[in-house]
């Protein structure tokens, strides 16, 4: 399951990097982008252990670069690096639906009002919403704006979930939501800290542990 983790997830910076018009190579080591990618996105996705600190050849590994350690068993401190955070990988089994709370963001400008509430600004690009597979999804306040949402990605055999947020609801309501747009199928994605507990409250379960790192 963190195969499969680790795949979505370097598939999904690779279509950010993409609708910023910096396309990215993978292989069976990594993912990575020879640009800097786009604010708090890596510029490499391990996806097999044991790759070794022989990838920053393939990025640019100034100041700022980040690396995401799927396995957690890269050692970069030696080349200028420092841990940004740990966290788990996660994996919800297929489950029944929910009641669903969420709804599609599908307009450029809703895709502008939902990124200012994320915080992501303009690292979300309109191009994303013609991706197959890619569901941007909103909590809607019923003014216009939204007060939570999530990022679904389809990419076959898993659904990857990122980008949830809560902004002045609880996040049991946004994850509960999340789940239920997801329902029926394996959804993986990554968490830490609260967030971390709030998807465990939500049936997803620990698969794995990740870093990512930064100069």
């Not at 708090?40 to 393939?58: F, H, S």
């Not at 396995?71 to 029944?96: C, I, K, N, S, T």
């Not at 915080?119 to 569901?135: C, H, Q, Y």
């Not at 199928?185 to 990512?212: C, I, M, N, P, S």
Request: aromatic share 6%; proline share 6%.
């Amino acid at each position: 399951m963190i195969d499969l983790a680790a795949r979505e997830n370097a598939a999904w910076c690779d279509l950010v990097c993409r609708s910023h018009g910096r396309p990215g190579s993978v292989d069976a080591d990594a993912w990575s982008v020879p640009r800097r990618s786009p604010p708090g996105y890596p510029d490499a996705v391990t996806l097999r252990p044991g790759v070794g600190a022989g990838l920053l050849g393939r990025v640019d590994a100034g100041p700022e670069a980040a690396v995401k350690d799927s396995y957690a068993d890269l050692d970069l401190a030696g080349h200028g690096f420092q841990v940004l955070f740990d966290a788990q990988w996660l994996h919800r089994p297929p489950a029944e639906a929910g009641a669903a709370t969420l709804v599609a963001v599908d307009t450029a400008a809703g895709l502008t009002t939902w990124a200012d509430v994320h915080g992501g600004g303009r690292v979300f690009r309109p191009a994303l919403l013609a991706e197959p597979g890619v569901r941007i999804l909103g909590l809607a306040d019923g003014h216009g704006g939204w007060v939570g949402g999530a990022v679904l990605h389809d990419v076959g055999e898993v659904v990857g979930v990122s980008n949830v947020f809560a902004a002045g609801v609880s996040p049991d309501e946004v994850w509960a939501g999340v789940c239920a747009a997801g329902a029926g199928r394996h959804l993986v994605g990554y968490e830490h800290g609260t967030d971390l507990a709030v998807a465990q409250d939500h049936g997803f379960r620990a698969a794995g542990r990740l870093r990512v790192w930064v100069r």
